[in-house]
């Protein structure tokens, strides 16, 4: 369990926004400190532990692993396998399997991940959906997304990278992809895939 928590991790634990986290703060109901020289809001475990219980706001005590979540979305059953046998080892990440873009869409709201590796062609749909269906949450606000494709054609592939989002072709280097998801979602490297 950590000692300090961001508000947004606080919004997590509490399943409201991050608003409503500075709100607390900022009324004095959530104990804290500001990191200096920023707009930051910290909170220490035990601040937090005391506002639940005072608030009476029941926790699930899972929600304090706050490893980031991966979401792996693709309806291809070898791709989400290779990208999991890539992760398996990984104790700092979860890694969570979507086969079809309604499912997609659906976990990515549960979740609220970190990442969401999604394939651009999902059977039922395609990643623009997912993507517009979640845009504008601001739970999903910090949520990253890589678009994987094995079909797009460059102005395609252009479109979706002019709208901010990073694409990677298929077939893709496992092991560089699983670098720069690491990286993306704040960890340090950790050693090379076998």
Known sequence: MKDVYTTGQVAKICKVTIRTVIKWFESGKLEGYKIPASKDRRIPR???LKFLREHRIPVD???FDLRPKI???DDDPGITALIAEAFSEDEDLEIHIA???YQAGFETMRLRPSLLLIDYELGDTNASEVIDTINGVEQLADTRVIVMTG???????RALEEDG?????KPFD???LREEIRELVGLMAAGPVA
């Open 46 to 48: 035990e601040a937090l």
């Open 71 to 73: 979401l792996v979305a």
């Open 99 to 101: 086969h079809g873009g």
């Open 165 to 169: 989002l990073r694409v990677v072709r």
């Open 174 to 176: 496992i092991a560089a």
């Open 61 to 63: 005590p899972s929600v």
């Open 151 to 157: 079909f797009l054609e460059d102005a395609g592939i």
